[in-house]
């Protein structure tokens, strides 16, 4: 039965509002249904916020009318009370030592938490209850006093409870009530527990206002009050404080107001920070272009954190540390970092520039995102390459980097506007404090890098999102601290703040700060994608307070580091250059990180001079022998293939070319290789390059693949590319594992990619509907499993369409054993409308054997291509040393038998030993190959030519293209291109030189490089 009755008038002694007693405004009602105690408080005005001292979003002080009398509580929603509407709650009393008993305050509940009780409750007791403003709750807390409590100007002892610092958890009682009450009547207003209003947190307006209800939106829910474990100051009548709407923690409970909501308008948006205003959204025509990749480049450093001077918040002049910092899609960079006094304290904030596309100077500094008085430690920021910017931020439940959970925002153009902040990770807990060092991995996971402790040693933590973001895991959470020593193995990462890196065999890299191994910076490497790794020391020095590593692949295949050497001894970096120098230097590895042949002084050298680094760094000198002594890094590669570094404070850029520039013999840049490198894989890795493969997709950027063979892989493994700048610049997109021997190609709007699993594996078909970033999986015959009985071979061979069906040549090896001479010719296709992944959608011609009576060894990767009289065949390689021989096997036209006549469909063909494309050009109407010459005068796979011919029986040699003097370790092989206008483009399985030994022999290629044949008709008479 509900019952609310007048109890006497309590008269209040203390304090007085506009000049009348208290007890004008106060009242004391009695017990509600679940029994709660309410205050009835009064209209009237009072001086919201605090105009001397305080926090700089309190001000400006101003005149704030409440125009109508409202009920609150007088005590903290209590254990009791909430879980008559959630007894689930109770599974959550005493977590971490806090809120046991039932009159304690309730605890573990968000925003949405509390306004469910309170509309649980409005309909039980059939009037409305709600979360107070918070004009409403410091109006109640002030009780009509104007000193910082409503105490006094100091808050008495019998209120504290543990008001300090706190790194962990530290249980204190939370029962309600046991302190002294303020002038009306109100309990636990200064500490106890936070308490959630119900405004989104914003700036103060400059003039006076009637019942304020905060702005429309926000990213915050305000919170007031303080709590237990914190400093004292935050307990004041004025303090504000805020977190996500989402968050809960030991800290945070709430108290309601029984009242008709304000009909008051909520209050118009603050302006944007200038590092979200005037974002310009199109992509500059020449954002890959820039400065001459052969020609070194260096410039900075360069000061992009500016603040003016003595500032005291929201952005603080004190200590700027820890940055992050991205490329946009619009061509403009992005710093961001947290401005602070002390790096444990509460005012923590991250703030921002930006460098604009075009400009050569950042913006003065901003504020981008800061959680009211929480610790925003630790930011990160990921681009994925195409559109989405991420912002993932650590977020105390109060102070320090301790007990953090995680944050993820994003943004669609440039930074200009971003999504509500999303928790990710929601436990306030250690291995939440994020590294910036977020990538992509082959297989399209997100891997975010966490410190797993707050102190200076003791590892790392990888979070791993598999579907952009949506969800993370963390493989390490809760297994035990390992032992960080040389051959031993633990789940995570040796060192705190790691970077790490992705190999090309799919396996994690990371070096960190702290635990070192054998006097050396710790490497820690993982096969199986983060959930255990092995530890051995780097070759270089350990790095340690004020210090963080960078750890890259770059655009153009070496990994990147960039460190420091020990402040007090320095380091002869190169054997070649004998000075000993100081400070921070990069180092390049070409073997996926087994050796750092290039290292070099970050400097631009010259005589000596100061620089403010900022952060823990402070002034520093640099000269030829002298960098920057310390500082958080953060780098990103723009698509120029220019470094961008930053460190606390200062902004660096610099080229491949100017690494190198001094290699000597340690390393010679692969200027040489014929083309652009798409990829590399040295000899030594026994990981070569084959099957490489280009489409062109309808925006017209082109995408390419390779698979990898050879000892050092597993063969089942293939690598896909993007170049948005056509060919002069490479982007490695993924890595798919159980793809090999591929063709891409477009087709109805979707990129797809068939061919084999493994090594005569099934036969397998994928589709991209992003432009190559991610693909289907082929986990069955409705999804892309084409052939799992069997044992298939193909190459990056033509996909053709002709009369509303698809063809692609393959061969099957049956019996399966040996190479070559089992192979069986057949043919696939499907309707053009049909759903390609389908197996049923696929029809096969009957398998024709190669006879070991005929001419050569065996045949196999064939083109089908359409004859100049309507018809089918597959023309194929026919494996013959003695004469350069194709076999043509003719096709019906609904692809369901394959015939061959060995006594006249074997033909001359120039090139033929090796594997080739074959392609029809309307515009001269004649076939075009690129081909391999291997006989007279004797040769291997150094000659490429470009051949033609207007019937496939007969091949005019046009021009060689590409020549090697040498054919033991360099070759142009397995050439597949397309027509591009006026223009050839192609990509190229290379062995060429590149100063770590080259191909050890010319099959097995270290390299896949692009080649673009300009105007190629221009090989043929304007008659032909």
């Not at 078909?765 to 999986?777: E, K, L, V």
Request: proline share 7%; net charge neutral.
């Amino acid at each position: 039965m509900r019952r609310l009755y007048l109890l006497a008038l309590i008269a209040i002694a203390a304090g007085r509002l506009n000049g009348s007693p208290a007890s004008d405004f106060a009242t004391i009602a009695g017990e509600n249904s679940i029994g709660m105690k309410l205050a009835r408080l009064g209209p009237n005005s009072f001086l919201m916020g605090q105009a001397e001292g305080g926090d700089w979003d309190e001000k400006p002080a101003h005149n704030v009318t409440i125009s109508r009398g409202f009920f609150i509580s007088t005590t903290e929603v209590t254990n009791a009370q909430y879980e008559l509407f959630d007894p689930d709650h109770k599974k959550l009393r005493g977590k971490f030592g806090f809120s046991k008993d039932d009159d304690e305050a309730v605890v573990f509940v968000t925003w949405h938490d509390a306004v469910a009780f309170c509309n649980w409750f409005s309909e039980k007791e059939g009037r409305t209850y709600r979360l107070p403003t918070e004009a409403e709750w410091e109006y109640a807390c002030r009780a009509g006093t104007t000193t910082p409590y409503s105490a006094g100007d100091r808050l008495p002892k019998e209120y504290h409870k543990n008001q300090k610092i706190n790194w962990d958890p530290t249980p204190v009682s939370l029962k309600v009530a046991a302190t002294p009450p303020n002038p009306w009547g109100l309990y636990d207003m200064h500490g106890n527990v936070e308490e959630w209003c119900a405004d989104w947190y914003g700036p103060y307006g400059p003039s006076d206002q009637t019942n304020p209800a905060g702005p429309s939106t926000g990213d915050f829910r305000v919170l007031r009050g303080g709590a237990h474990g914190m400093r004292v100051e935050y307990l004041r009548s004025a303090n504000r404080s805020g977190t996500l709407p989402q968050d809960k923690s030991w800290f945070i409970g709430f108290r309601v107001v029984q009242a008709d909501y304000p009909d008051t308008q909520p209050s118009p948006p603050a302006q944007e920070p200038l590092n979200r205003r005037n974002i310009r959204q199109a992509v500059p025509k020449e954002l890959a272009g820039g400065s001459d990749p052969k020609i070194p480049y260096f410039r900075g450093p360069i000061q992009y954190v500016k603040l003016p001077q003595r500032s005291e918040g929201p952005m603080y002049s004190r200590h700027n540390h820890d940055p992050a910092l991205i490329d946009c899609p619009n061509g403009d960079m992005l710093a961001i970092w947290y401005s602070c006094c002390t790096e444990a304290g509460r005012e923590l904030a991250i703030l921002a520039s930006r460098l604009r596309y075009g400009s050569d100077s950042w913006d003065p500094a901003s504020i981008f995102w800061d959680a009211p008085d929480r610790n925003d430690h630790a930011p990160a920021l990921y681009y994925d390459g195409r559109k989405t910017i991420y912002h993932i931020n650590g977020l105390s439940a109060g102070a320090t980097w301790g007990s953090m959970a995680l944050v993820m925002r994003t943004s669609t153009d440039s930074g200009a506007t971003w999504s509500h902040a999303a928790i990710i990770a929601p436990e306030h807990t250690y291995r939440h404090q994020p590294v910036q060092s977020v990538f992509q991995s082959y297989e399209g996971f997100i891997i975010l890098p966490c410190d797993a402790v707050p102190g200076g040693t003791g590892g790392t933590a990888v979070h791993i999102s598999r579907d952009n973001g949506k969800t993370w895991y963390d493989p390490g959470q809760a297994r035990r601290a390992p032992e960080f020593k040389k051959g031993e193995k633990g789940e995570w990462i040796a060192g705190i703040h790691a970077a790490v890196v992705q190999l090309r065999d799919g396996s994690l890299m990371a070096l960190g700060r702290g635990d070192n191994i054998q006097g050396q910076m710790p490497m820690s490497i993982s096969d199986d994608m983060g959930r255990t790794w092995k530890y051995s020391p780097s070759p270089f020095p350990p790095i340690s307070s004020g210090q963080r590593l960078i750890l890259r692949r770059l655009n153009q295949g070496p990994i990147l580091l960039v460190s420091f050497t020990d402040r007090r001894k320095g380091w002869t970096i190169s054997q070649f250059d004998k000075r000993h120098v100081f400070g921070m230097f990069a180092a390049l590895s070409f073997d996926e990180g087994k050796t750092w042949p290039v290292k070099r002084l970050i400097t631009p050298g010259g005589p000596r001079k100061e620089v403010d680094g900022g952060g823990n760094t402070g002034r520093f000198n640099i000269d030829d022998t002298h960098a920057e002594p310390a500082g958080y890094l953060a780098a990103t590669q723009t698509p120029d293939n220019l470094i961008h570094l930053i460190t606390s404070k200062q902004h660096y850029a610099f080229n491949l070319a100017w690494l190198t520039e001094h290699a000597q013999s340690d390393y010679k840049a692969d200027a040489n290789v014929p083309g652009v490198v798409i990829d590399h894989s040295p000899a030594e890795s026994r990981r070569y390059i084959g099957s490489p493969a280009i489409a062109i997709l309808p925006n017209g950027s082109y995408v390419a693949s390779h698979d990898f063979f050879g000892p050092g892989s597993k063969n089942n493994r293939s690598a896909v590319f993007r170049s948005e700048d056509k060919g002069r610049t490479w982007k490695k997109l993924t890595e798919l594992t159980g793809q090999w021997w591929s063709s891409l190609f477009v087709h109805n709007g979707s990129l797809y990619i068939i061919g084999t699993t493994t090594e005569y594996g099934k036969a397998v078909i994928r589709r991209s509907d992003d432009n190559g970033q991610t693909w289907t999986d082929p986990k069955d015959a409705r999804t892309g499993l084409l052939f799992a009985e069997g044992q298939y071979h193909c190459a990056p061979v033509p996909l053709v369409v002709h009369k509303g069906r698809i063809f692609r040549a393959m061969e099957d090896r049956n019996p399966p054993r040996d190479w070559g001479v089992n192979f069986r010719s057949f043919v696939i296709s499907a309707p053009v409308e049909a759903d390609l992944l389908n197996a049923e959608s696929w029809t096969a011609t009957n398998r024709l054997r190669f006879d070991q009576a005929w001419p050569g060894r065996a045949w196999l990767e064939g083109n089908i291509v359409v004859t100049p009289q309507g018809g089918l065949v597959n023309i194929l390689r026919v494996q013959r040393q003695d004469e350069e021989t194709a076999a043509v096997v003719r096709i019906s036209q609904d692809g369901k038998t394959a015939s061959f006549d060995p006594e006249k469909d074997f033909i001359h063909f120039y090139g033929g030993t090796n594997k080739f494309t074959i392609r029809f050009d309307p515009t001269t109407g004649l076939y075009w190959s690129i081909v391999n010459k291997q006989k007279d005068p004797p040769a291997y796979r150094n000659n490429l030519t470009l051949v033609t011919s207007s019937d496939l029986t007969n091949w005019i040699v046009r021009s060689v293209i590409m020549h090697h003097p040498d054919s033991t370790t360099h070759a142009f092989q397995y050439i597949d291109w397309l027509f591009d206008g006026e223009d050839i483009i192609a990509v190229s399985r290379t062995a060429f030189d590149d100063a770590l030994g080259g191909a050890h022999r010319a099959h097995d290629a270290n390299y896949m490089t692009f080649h673009r044949i300009e105007n190629f008709r221009r090989f043929v008479g304007s008659k032909e």
